[in-house]
């Protein structure tokens, strides 16, 4: 059974651009979230989607980011225009039933703005 | 806001030296500690879940227990292959969890 799966796994960019990364979840899987680890700083959860529903979004920074899951299915997190503190390693994870805690993860994005 | 704090940040072992890495917590309504174990350059890999005071969970060299503030991560006679960061967080309001920093554990052979 494939894993989660994230593209890209790394990206270069220029302040001001726009990224989007991509997550496939395990399949059957309706519960997603996006997590980031800024250098230095602990993993924080960006947010969770049930199906395509965004169920909580408390830890998204500012409205420059962006996430949808479209049909329930993959997911994409849009950074517009991206600044150098977006800088980090965006995680995705997946799971089947929601509260269990065995959150299966991808092997993240790397993001560097310059 | 919930809160995790790991110990040590770093710990080197040899192989067979038994050791503990401690995770304290503040959270409002504790709906459960996980322990994770992250390899480089690779995502979380889930360990265990506790839910309550007196909980301990086991799995191969490693126990988890729990107390009203803080959790365990014993190791038992490790093995090079254990040599990982370990994750401790929590879930309490949020539908997210909360991790702290993580143990950087090394076994020497």
């Known amino acids: 059974e494939a894993g989660v799966t994230q593209f890209p796994s790394h990206s270069v960019i220029e302040k001001g651009q726009t990224v989007t990364l991509r997550c496939d979840p395990i399949?059957?899987?309706?519960?997603l979230y996006w997590y980031r680890r800024v250098m230095g700083k602990e993993i924080k959860f960006l947010l969770h989607?049930?199906?395509?529903?965004?169920?909580?979004e408390s830890g998204m920074p500012n409205n420059r980011f962006l996430a949808e899951r479209t049909g329930g299915t993959y997911s994409t997190l849009k950074v517009q225009p991206a600044e150098l503190e977006d800088s980090g390693v965006y995680f995705c994870?997946?799971?089947?039933?929601f509260g269990g805690g065995e959150l299966f993860f991808g092997e993240g994005s790397r993001l560097t703005v310059l | 806001e919930d809160q995790v704090t790991q110990s040590p940040e770093a710990l080197r072992l040899q192989e067979g030296e038994s050791s503990s890495l401690n995770c304290s917590y503040t959270?409002?309504?504790?709906?459960?500690l996980f322990w994770y174990r992250q390899d480089p350059g690779k995502g979380p890999e889930f360990l265990f879940t506790?839910?309550?005071a007196g909980e301990e969970k086991e799995k191969e060299r490693l126990k988890a227990t729990l107390t009203k503030k803080e959790s365990f991560l014993h190791i038992t006679a490790p093995k090079p292959e254990d040599s990982a960061t370990y994750l401790c967080?929590?879930?309490?309001?949020?539908?997210?969890?909360?991790f702290g920093k993580g143990t950087h554990l090394i076994i020497q052979p």
């Open positions: 989607f049930v199906k395509e529903s965004k169920q909580d």
């Open positions: 399949s059957g899987h309706d519960n």
């Open positions: 506790l839910y309550s």
């Open positions: 967080a929590v879930r309490g309001g949020a539908d997210g969890l909360t």
């Open positions: 959270v409002s309504g504790l709906r459960g």
């Open positions: 994870a997946s799971s089947q039933a």
